[in-house]
């Protein structure tokens, strides 16, 4: 009896990250000590830039919005979901980000789509100037469904220890600005789900001419980074607070940054 026999191909595990490594290797910077594969990743500490350098972490995850990246057969922006989703938990900290780590959990691995939310990862730590340093692909049969699958990623980022924005500035009177979103992000797709497939038994692939798109290519608009408009904002403006509009909306969220006695 072998692995195979209970569904966990360990071949087609090697060759996903072979195929991998080279795009991967292309987020590296001086500081990344350790190549693909190892049991851990380095990461040089040197932050000669910073007097009192205070390391930021997060992690997080993707949600149902898989759901619609596996109806539509389109995922490499759940790869940029998860990267800028973390990005943003940090940057609205005052942080920078420094390198990445992502867990995929396939039910059967399929190289193609993995490739494709590693792809979609890639593009979003270059962007976001972050190193994807390492990560874990899991196959595991009987824990998933043959065509689901998961995804997390896990982030740390760096900040002044004077510079840290934790709401504590705030005060009464202090003008409250939206910067635009352009999607919906990575949470409420359960109760989007249900609205347009459940109740509204809309087809995934209708056309919305006013948005020239379709419900899945809209649907699956990436979370975007506002780690350029915090990061300029910061050097240009200033600002109390930052919040990072995510499960429980504008309520839940301004209400996570407020100082007791506020709000």
Same mark, same amino acid.
């Given at each position: ?18 195929? =991998? ?9 001086? @500081?990344? !000590?350790?190549? %693909? &594969? /190892?049991?851990? +990743? ?74 494709? =939310? ?9 962007? @976001?100037? !972050?190193?994807? %340093? &390492? /990560?874990?692909? +899991? ?87 506002? !780690?350029?408009? %915090? ?33």
């Amino acid at each position: 009896m072998e692995y195979k026999n209970a569904g966990v191909n360990i071949e087609k595990g090697m060759k996903f990250v072979k195929n =991998i490594n080279h795009a991967v290797k292309g987020t590296f910077n001086k @500081n990344v !000590l350790s190549d %693909i &594969g /190892g049991f851990g +990743a380095l990461y040089d500490a040197s932050f000669k830039d910073y007097k009192e350098p205070v390391l930021v972490s997060s992690a997080d995850g993707v949600g149902t919005k898989i759901k619609i990246a596996i109806m539509s057969g389109k995922h490499r922006g759940i790869g940029m979901d998860i990267v800028n989703h973390c990005v943003d938990d940090i940057a609205v900290l005052g942080a920078k980000p420094l390198y990445f780590l992502d867990y995929l959990a396939f039910g059967q691995l399929k190289s193609n789509i993995a490739e494709s =939310i590693v792809s979609g990862m890639i593009d979003a730590c270059l962007e @976001n100037n !972050l190193a994807l %340093i &390492g /990560g874990e692909t +899991a196959e595991m049969p009987g824990m998933y469904g043959k065509n689901d699958y998961d995804v997390a990623g896990f982030i740390v980022g760096i900040v002044e220890r004077g510079k840290i924005i934790n709401g504590n500035k705030i005060k009464v009177g202090d003008i409250v600005v939206g910067i635009k979103s352009k999607s919906l992000h990575t949470n409420g797709f359960s109760l989007a789900r249900k609205i347009l497939f459940d109740t509204g038994r809309l087809n995934i692939n209708k056309q919305i001419p006013v948005c020239n798109s379709t419900i899945g290519d809209i649907l699956l608009e990436p979370h975007r980074s506002y !780690l350029g408009e %915090i990061q300029w904002i910061l050097h240009n403006l200033s600002s109390h607070a930052f919040a990072h509009i995510t499960g429980g909306g504008l309520y839940d969220n301004i209400e996570r940054i407020l100082p007791k006695g506020i709000g």
